[in-house]
């Protein structure tokens, strides 16, 4: 079997490989900035119920959050899962997992604002959502891309871990192929398949910063 | 009067930071600050904008009360009330606070178009007028990160000029500039001066504080120790101000 043979074997794995980072994404981004808000809520205990999440989530291996997420329905409550389910528990779990990295980010970014931004949007008058959205956040962005872009780029390496649960996505069947062809090629597959879509991942990012670099 | 403050108090971890000052400021009266650091000049200026609370005293504007004190804790007027009494004053800070994801334009016309809701067309073209009148036709398109620092003190003026404030506070709005821009910036104050408007300065710029001003306050350890004419305050046989005189002279 050729590189391009396998390649073409691999495909819909990579498919679902893209399908969970895209995903991802799109919820964990999102999600993060509402655990961010809670993180730095006045109220105590808000506060520390979204600081023992972050501790947990970020303490605990991802492999092993996957697992609970599939298997705890079963285990804990006894509910029948389906093979559909698998798709759900990989997203579910990656969410979860990638929002607690962005919300500290994101707490991070907000926190490093200079007093003075706040104070100069209020004597103009901004409301508070005004002030956020308006002052606050497009520059939150540009202080926390370069962590963001690292985080971007674990993920796509980390999207092998839904092996883990026997999601088919590309390093799953990767490794299946191997076995059957008895050859290390479909690993070289993966990592060229890995490496071309972080180069992919940089180069927007770095697109992305210099957009942002008119100012400082 | 157009602003009103009366036995004001502010406390900073149980250090009396004001001590019962009052103050008020009619229409068109230019008044200048001077003291030495840690006297409370700027936490005046901040307790007036509201950017820092009250402990004690009230603080009226056009006949409005918007903050006083009851049981130890700030009062604000109720929130429709203190959204006009905010939009009758303005600041502009020592360290510009300008917005650097704005440019020079921006900056001075969002806040009149999505704060005060007025017409694009009129906002910018008097956006236009007023960097003209601060002499930064040229960098309407510029960002805050391409400016000097005298430039940006300017923008920040105009961008508070642009919501038509009643009053303007400046809180030491040359003590981050060398002495070369400090001169640009403190003849645009001075040229606002001639516009009429109601003006309270805090600087350490005392040649300018007693060229300009209507009246002069000196403030030491958290109290009004002396208020007049520049002629008064400047003359008077007061040896906290003389001392303080002293020492920038001999600078």
């Known amino acids: 079997m050729s590189l391009i043979d396998i390649f073409q074997h691999l495909l819909p794995g990579i498919g679902k490989t893209i399908g969970i980072f895209v995903c991802t994404l799109v919820f964990s981004m999102p999600l993060g900035m509402i655990i961010a808000f809670g993180r730095m809520s006045k109220c105590f205990i808000l506060r520390n119920v979204v600081k023992l999440y972050i501790s947990v989530m970020r303490g605990t291996p991802l492999m092993l959050q996957l697992m609970v997420v599939y298997f705890g329905p079963y285990f804990i409550f006894r509910i029948q899962i389906s093979s559909s389910y698998r798709l759900y528990a990989v997203l579910i779990a990656f969410a979860l997992n990638y929002a607690a990295y962005f919300a500290e980010i994101y707490r991070g970014g907000i926190e490093s604002m200079p007093q003075g931004q706040y104070e100069a949007a209020q004597l103009l008058g901004y409301g508070k959502g005004q002030t956020f959205f308006k002052i606050i956040l497009p520059q939150v962005m540009k202080r926390i891309l370069p962590a963001v872009t690292n985080e971007v780029i674990t993920l796509v390496k980390d999207t092998s871990l839904a092996f883990s649960i026997a999601y088919t996505e590309m390093f799953t069947m990767a490794k299946a192929l191997a076995s059957s062809q008895t050859s290390v090629l479909p690993f070289v597959a993966a990592g060229i398949f890995y490496y071309v879509f972080n180069l992919l991942v940089a180069v927007v990012m770095e697109k992305l910063e210099k957009k942002l670099s008119y100012y400082r | ?251």
């Open chain 2, 1 to 251: 009067m157009l602003l009103e403050m009366n036995h004001i108090r502010k406390n900073f971890d149980g250090v009396d930071v004001l001590r019962d000052i009052s103050l008020s400021v009619k229409q068109g009266e230019i008044v200048s600050i001077i003291g030495p650091s840690g006297s409370g000049k700027s936490t005046l200026l901040r307790c007036a904008t509201m950017l820092e609370t009250i402990d004690g005293g009230e603080i009226t504007y056009m006949g409005e009360k918007a903050v006083w004190v009851e049981n130890k804790k700030p009062v604000f007027a109720k929130k429709d009330k203190m959204k006009a009494i905010r939009s009758c004053y303005g600041l502009v800070f020592q360290n510009f606070n300008l917005f650097p994801h704005y440019s020079v334009i921006q900056n001075i016309t969002d806040a009149p178009i999505h704060v005060q809701k007025r017409k694009k067309d009129e906002v910018f073209a008097e956006a236009r007028e007023l960097l003209k009148k601060m002499g930064l036709s040229d960098k309407e398109n510029a960002y805050p990160c391409q400016l000097s620092g005298g430039q940006c003190q300017r923008v920040a003026i105009a961008r508070a000029l642009a919501l038509n404030p009643k009053i303007l506070f400046f809180d030491e709005p040359t003590s981050a500039l060398d002495p070369e821009l400090t001169g640009e910036v403190l003849k645009v104050i001075r040229s606002l001066a001639d516009l009429d408007i109601t003006m309270v300065i805090v600087t350490h710029e005392m040649s300018f504080a007693r060229d300009i001003s209507d009246r002069i306050i000196f403030m030491d350890g958290g109290v009004i120790a002396l208020e007049g004419s520049p002629e008064e305050v400047f003359g008077a046989e007061h040896t906290r101000m003389k001392e303080f005189l002293g020492r920038f002279r001999e600078k």
